[in-house]
């Protein structure tokens, strides 16, 4: 039996959760270690030429219109909406009378603003900013900037060009050595506004593990935060005050929930 048969039946008659209990035998996330550098020491990291080359590869299919939209190197032929993620950034455009400045941390080559392109096309000014690891803004100077689409290689960078309306961290904060730092970060700089997306959230303390990413889409391994939640949303105020929570796509073979959130500048 082909082996995509085998996994059609077999999400018909096993529970998701026991799916990903098995998956995560092999990938997914594991451990709970002390430090980050304890986790790091035992991972391959996120930037290897092999991940950019993926990446690159599957943008520039959605970039000439050969896909409909990626996420982690992966092509859908179908886009995958963060609808309230989507409805922050429009209702931060609305604000500006159809304007918007924004920066995407952690961004790739531009898979948040090519998900969502059709509706930027509709706002009168668009520029979105994207702050990446080196390698990434090398080829996204290349290959992707345009008119909309920008490449930096920090915040600080960024900010000499564009006054932000928006910053966004979409699956990325978890992936940071010290996420805490870049919130308190932001908070300095006094950015208006703050979406994030696809975070994940244990119950108890902070909790560090290793990812190991599903080998059928590229072979690598990271350390991972799984925050608490309490401690993670408080962390922001009063400077900001939070407008809305909502539940993100992801999953994980551990216990854990991921979120999203919109914040606004207290003033």
Known sequence: ??????????????????????????????????????????????????????????????????????????????????????????????????????LDFGGSLGSTYYQNKLFLDTLTEVNWCIVEQPGFVKIGLEIFAGDNLHFFNSIEECLKSFDIDVILFSSVLQYLEEPYAMLYRIKSLRIKNIIIDRTPFVTGKDRITIQRVNPAIYKASYPCWFFNKEKFENYLMPEYKLILDFDALDKANISSEFKGFIYQLNT
């Open 1 to 102: 039996m082909a082996k995509g048969k085998v996994k059609t039946i077999l999400k018909k008659i096993l529970p998701g959760s026991l799916l990903r209990f098995g998956a995560g035998i092999l990938y997914g996330w594991h451990g709970n270690f002390d430090t980050w550098e304890d986790a790091k020491k035992r991972c391959t990291g996120y930037d290897s030429e092999m991940i950019i080359s993926r990446v690159r590869s599957s943008l520039y299919a959605v970039k000439n219109g050969e896909a409909a939209y990626e996420r982690d190197s992966v092509l859908f032929d179908k886009i995958q909406y963060s609808y309230q993620m989507l409805s922050g950034i429009m209702w931060i455009a609305a604000k500006n009378k159809g304007r918007l400045n924004i």
